[in-house]
């Protein structure tokens, strides 16, 4: 069975940062693109990045662009999301994907950017 | 960037009734559009991916069609656990983009 569990979310402060981690299970980890998916209280749903099977290619939405990094490490199949800068319009539920013909959707957590 | 522009915003319909959700794209996509389900306080769910493919264990009432640059997700005969949002996805170019998504009530 496919398995995102996502990690790291919480409170933090206008300015501050935070790094999820998302555990991946029950595929092939290295044949597929992962990606980070948010969505603001009561919104709808905000691609944020992308990132390739060997982790040499990164793509961000222009809202996150030089403020997050996504990562993966292939051995430990987990991709992750170094959030910095963050700012209060942040505050969403952070979601952990598969990428191919579609997505595969994981668990979310809550990032509550707040001071 | 893709435009998705998905109508309705909200639809209310009875049980067995046939609904439609529409999703255009600002330019051609091919069939590089997935549609997911999403309940109260749940994550998304993939319903149909390449515009029309059904995936695996969705129920069959579930369909998409492409026509041009218009998609359609429809529920032939709506069930009381289609109480969700529905969001149709372009995955044909960066940046990826999502539709406004349609919240679906049961009358």
């Known amino acids: 069975e496919v398995q995102m569990v996502v990690s790291g979310g919480g409170l933090v402060q206008p300015g501050g940062s935070l790094r999820l981690s998302c555990a991946a299970s029950g595929f092939t980890f290295t044949s597929f693109y992962m990606s980070w998916v948010r969505q603001a209280p009561g919104k709808g749903l905000e691609w944020v990045a992308n990132i390739d099977q060997d982790g040499s290619k990164e793509y961000y939405a222009d809202s996150v662009k030089g403020r997050f990094t996504i990562s993966r490490d292939n051995a430990r199949t987990s991709v992750y999301l170094q959030m910095n800068s963050l700012r209060v319009e942040d505050t969403a539920v952070y979601y952990c994907?598969?990428?191919?013909?579609?997505?595969?959707w994981g668990q979310g957590t809550l990032v509550t950017v707040s001071s | 960037d893709i435009q998705l522009t998905q109508s309705p915003s909200f639809l209310s319909a009875s049980v067995g009734d046939r609904v439609t959700i529409t999703c255009r794209a600002s330019q051609d996509i091919d069939d590089y559009l997935a549609w997911y389900q999403q309940k109260p306080g749940k994550a998304p769910t993939l319903l149909i991916y390449a515009a029309s493919i059904l995936e695996t264990g969705v129920p069959s009432r579930f369909s998409g069609r492409k026509s041009g640059t218009e998609f359609t997700l429809t529920i032939s005969s709506l069930q009381p656990e289609d109480l969700a949002s529905y969001y149709c996805h372009q995955l044909k170019a960066y940046p990826v983009t999502l539709g406004g998504g349609t919240k679906v009530e049961i009358k």
């Open positions: 994907a598969r990428s191919s013909a579609a997505y595969v």
